[in-house]
């Protein structure tokens, strides 16, 4: 059965700091892949997905850039954080088909201090 | 208008109450429509897709109207572990990226 790997499960971080954060998916070959952020009491907002290796597509203009350098593996990153980067932070996959549900990772809780 | 709508209480139901959440999306061409399930701080979790003719899976009944562009989602005999946040979905373009609504909010009383 496919499984999705996210961490850390919480991060606290000073503004200005570097941040990256991991998702691998077990199971599956090709997926989609996909980042989303929840911030306290809102809804889910896509980032970023991928549809392959290298292959990446922003939904909104932002502090964060996404890279996937292996079919599984899916990375968000920033150079410098902002304090409106804090949020709550989710990984997915889906099969390459397109129209399927998406299956959620844990999420990571990252805090800006 | 907002892409998938919903109502985001609090639904508060006693134990054994039939509830019923409804969505609306503004997409005509959406193509694929799911209920995910959403605990406090965790993540969302697959609560079932919805299909054209109406799809039940226990106590959970879905059903969609294509001309209405509505979504609706009953739950009978609510139990206390049915307390939690429920995400209307749909899935629209090329990609199939999926629009969340923003959710409903029920909470099962003893």
């Known amino acids: 059965s496919q499984t999705i790997h996210q961490w850390p499960a919480t991060l606290v971080q000073p503004v200005g700091s570097p941040l990256s954060l991991e998702c691998t998916v077990e199971?599956?070959?090709?997926?989609?892949l996909y980042w989303y952020r929840q911030a306290a009491g809102r809804g889910l907002q896509l980032l970023f997905y991928?549809?392959?290796?290298?292959?990446i597509s922003s939904e909104v203009p932002q502090n964060l850039s996404a890279s996937r350098p292996q079919d599984r593996q899916f990375i968000l990153s920033s150079k410098k954080l902002l304090l409106s980067d804090s949020g709550f932070y989710l990984c997915?996959?889906?099969?390459?088909?397109?129209?399927?549900?998406?299956?959620f990772g844990d999420g990571t809780r990252l805090s800006i201090l | 208008r907002k892409e998938v709508e919903q109502d985001p209480g609090p639904f508060n139901v006693p134990e054994g109450a039939t509830v019923a959440f409804n969505c609306t999306y503004s997409?005509?061409?959406?193509?694929?429509f799911f209920w995910y399930r959403q605990d406090c701080r965790k993540e969302p979790k697959l609560l079932m897709s919805?299909?054209?003719s109406g799809n039940e899976d226990g106590r959970f009944t879905a059903q969609l109207n294509r001309a209405s562009q509505y979504i609706s989602l009953l739950i009978r005999d609510s139990k206390l572990s049915d307390s939690a946040t429920y995400l209307c979905?749909?899935?629209?373009?090329?990609?199939?990226?999926?629009?969340f609504g923003k959710g409903t909010k029920l909470s099962v009383k003893p």
């Open positions: 997915a996959w889906s099969v390459s088909r397109g129209n399927q549900p998406q299956h």
């Open positions: 991928s549809v392959g290796i290298g292959q």
């Open positions: 199971g599956t070959s090709n997926p989609n």
């Open positions: 919805v299909y054209s």
């Open positions: 979905v749909v899935a629209q373009g090329s990609q199939g990226n999926l629009i």
């Open positions: 997409n005509s061409a959406s193509q694929s």
